[in-house]
């Protein structure tokens, strides 16, 4: 999940070095935490948040193959 | 030629019980939407199931064994770190090739990521970069009512576009759910647009994509009767259907 993240963040934005993700493991839920660069914000929310409304679609659908749950948190 | 009538949770599952009774792909048969069924309120009250009545369309295509789709596994895409912006020496750029081929790359690297690896296939036209994606039928990759086939398009065109060569939109498919979607809609505009003409009261029909949206305002658009109209903001936007003004 993490790698999924982590490859869509780096193809949006113009930092990809600065592309962080980090994922916090539950039981049946995980955290996934997105840092990008500071410029790159809004590349990754998108216009009224729906690029990150799409990457979160994206990540149900993965999550829900292998029956967890992800959630995605954009850090600022 | 034998006709059946089948029922399912709505039409998409239905067509795809008629698809495996008869064995055939979806463009094989003629299919007719009897019912369209509803969830009814909260999913408990009132839930209908969708009908349709599918046959073949000729004899000669009822052996066909294609319908399941090979399952073979391409070998991932390399997996690329850093989707570098390609400052390459401006003038030598095809720019349709160059799209085209990162938007796949960048597709196959989501997939394999999701761990989905199917192939998928590249079509160009002036307009358009159509990606395929040859699925399992699983429907994953489609999602509610093709939530996460749009989501991934919508971060392909948002990734393949910020270097701005290629104005062409990148269209995401599989399984002809595209064609399949379209389908259902025309039937549904055709549907409610009978009803409006009937009662001569405007209908509303539930917020949906603009794609979706822009289905059903082409699919009224030569009915003289009907007017079409888009209300709402954002993911919300919803279409009315109501009789036009002059008789």
Avoid at chain 1, 17 to 25: N, P, Q, Y
Avoid at chain 2, 58 to 81: G, M, N, Q, T, Y
Avoid at chain 2, 162 to 189: F, N, P, W
């Amino acid at each position: 999940m993490k790698d999924l993240i982590k490859y869509i963040a780096q193809a949006l934005v113009d930092n990809p070095d600065i592309v962080e993700v980090s994922e916090v493991l539950g039981e049946q839920t995980s955290v996934i935490e997105l840092r990008v660069a500071k410029e790159d914000l809004g590349k990754v929310i998108g216009k009224g948040g729906k690029t990150a409304k799409a990457m979160r679609t994206i990540l149900s659908a993965a999550s829900a193959k292998v029956r967890k749950r992800a959630v995605l948190e954009i850090i600022e | 030629m034998n006709t059946l009538e089948i029922e399912g949770k709505n039409i998409d599952e239905a067509i795809e019980k008629a698809c495996r009774e008869f064995n055939v792909p979806r463009e094989k048969m003629n299919i007719e939407i009897l019912s369209e069924g509803s969830k009814g309120f909260l999913g408990l009250v009132g839930t209908k199931k969708a009908r349709i009545k599918a046959s073949l369309l000729s004899l000669d295509v009822a052996l066909e064994k294609d319908f399941e789709p090979p399952r073979e596994i391409k070998e991932a895409a390399p997996a690329r770190k850093v989707v570098e912006p390609k400052k390459t020496s401006a003038a030598a750029i095809e720019p349709g090739e160059n799209a085209a081929g990162e938007a796949k790359e960048l597709l196959q690297g989501i997939l394999s990521r999701m761990g989905l690896k199917f192939p998928v296939s590249v079509e160009e036209t002036a307009e358009a970069i159509t990606l395929n994606i040859k699925g399992d039928g699983s429907g994953l990759l489609i999602g509610k009512g093709g939530q996460t086939l749009d989501a991934i398009q919508y971060i392909l065109n948002k990734a393949v576009g910020k270097s701005g060569r290629d104005k062409r939109m990148i269209v995401l498919d599989t399984e002809e759910y595209r064609d399949r979607r379209d389908e259902y809609l025309i039937a549904l505009a055709a549907k409610l647009g009978g009803k409006v003409k009937k009662t001569k009261k405007p209908l509303t029909i539930n917020h949906m994509s603009a794609r979706d949206r822009r289905v059903i305002h082409l699919a009224l658009k030569s009915d003289e009767a009907l007017t079409t109209r888009s209300r709402g903001e954002g993911a919300y936007r919803k279409i009315i259907i109501l009789p036009s003004k002059k008789e």
